[in-house]
């Protein structure tokens, strides 16, 4: 029976950790341990640890901050598990979720592994339309392990495993911020390990709850985009110029009004397609009309946030260079 060892870091978020070490006392399998580690927070989750220790195997470990990658490599150098799984703190685990995490290494063999998020029914609307934005076909959320996912699957950190050969043979995170995550899923694979996507080992993600949250995140991940093409410039793909070429577009949208009305008109017969299909495909699946709308603001700032970071990210390495 494999053991599992599940890794969270945190940095004064101890509301989040309480929810997310109260969804674990419901697994389903619990041949597991969690190890909680503190990134040098200021408002500690150390009291909210010791309230589960009769319910879960938990740990409390504390380190000076250094963020989130290596604070999972201080994870993984004290775990006890055949699998390191880890979590972002910000995440709620739907209780079967390692009893199907366990049958799919069985039947597939995977050395590392990542699954998809989703939202949870008491999620707020923003959070909905949030979640949806990051998850959408019709955003940069479609690459992020959908089953259709685009390319190849890069596992994230907020819903990812590894074994406890691959931490030994990789050594971990190499960076801490800005793409962790991506970096570290290329060269586990780069080192011949298999990797895939799980499917049905979704957790509830709860993002960010504010729309001005959301915008800071977003605009870090198209950021951090371009500093993984620093390490891998191959792995900068078409996609992933959209959210910036839709920021340009925006732009260009009222210039266009003066200068060439036609293209004006078109630009604008464009966007309303692309509005009215994020609208619908929403309120198709979330059978809320008050999501549907906000899910349009949401994916409005999805794209030129990532844009935005990508943009400003790219010109700074180019003068850098």
């Known amino acids: 029976m494999r053991f599992y060892s599940l890794i969270v870091p ?10 997310l070490l109260e969804s674990l006392t419901r697994q389903t399998y619990s041949n597991f341990e969690v190890l909680i580690v503190e990134d040098g927070s200021s408002n500690p989750c150390k009291d909210v640890v010791e309230k589960y220790k009769k319910l879960l195997s938990v740990e409390y470990l504390f380190k000076v901050n250094a963020g989130q990658g290596f604070a999972r490599n201080y994870g993984f150098e ?47 609307l923003v959070q909905k339309a949030i979640s949806y934005s990051m998850t959408s076909p019709f955003t940069t959320g479609g690459i992020r392990g959908n089953k259709k996912h685009t ?35 290329i060269r586990i694979m780069k080192f011949g390990f298999k990797v895939g996507l799980i499917p049905d080992a979704y957790v509830f993600h709860k993002r960010r709850t504010s729309l001005i949250q959301f915008f800071k995140q977003l605009h870090f991940f198209g950021r951090a985009r371009i500093n993984i093409g620093r390490f891998y410039p191959k792995e900068i793909k078409w996609v992933h110029t ?16 003066f200068l060439v009305p036609a293209l004006f008109k078109l630009g604008l017969i464009i966007l309303g ?35 935005f970071g990508f943009i400003s990210e790219g010109l700074l390495k180019v003068f850098k260079n």
């Open 10 to 19: 945190v940095y004064n978020r101890p509301n989040e950790v309480d929810e």
């Open 273 to 307: 397609a692309f509005y009215a299909l994020v609208f619908f495909h929403c309120f198709f699946e979330q059978k809320n009309l008050l999501v549907a709308f906000l899910a349009t603001i949401t994916s409005t700032i999805q794209l030129c946030a990532y844009g």
């Open 78 to 124: 004290r775990a006890n598990g055949d699998y390191f799984i880890v979590f972002d703190s910000d995440c709620l685990i739907p209780e079967n979720y390692l009893e199907i995490v366990d049958k799919a290494i069985k039947n597939k063999g995977w050395d590392a592994f990542g699954g998809p998020d989703k939202e949870h029914p008491n999620f707020t």
């Open 151 to 185: 390319g190849v699957f890069h596992p994230r950190s907020f819903n990812m495993g590894i074994s406890r050969q691959v931490f030994e043979k990789t050594g971990g995170y190499t960076i801490t911020r800005m793409g962790e995550d991506i970096e570290f899923s």
């Open 242 to 257: 959209f959210p910036a070429l839709f920021l340009i577009g925006l732009i260009m949208l009222p210039i266009l009004f």
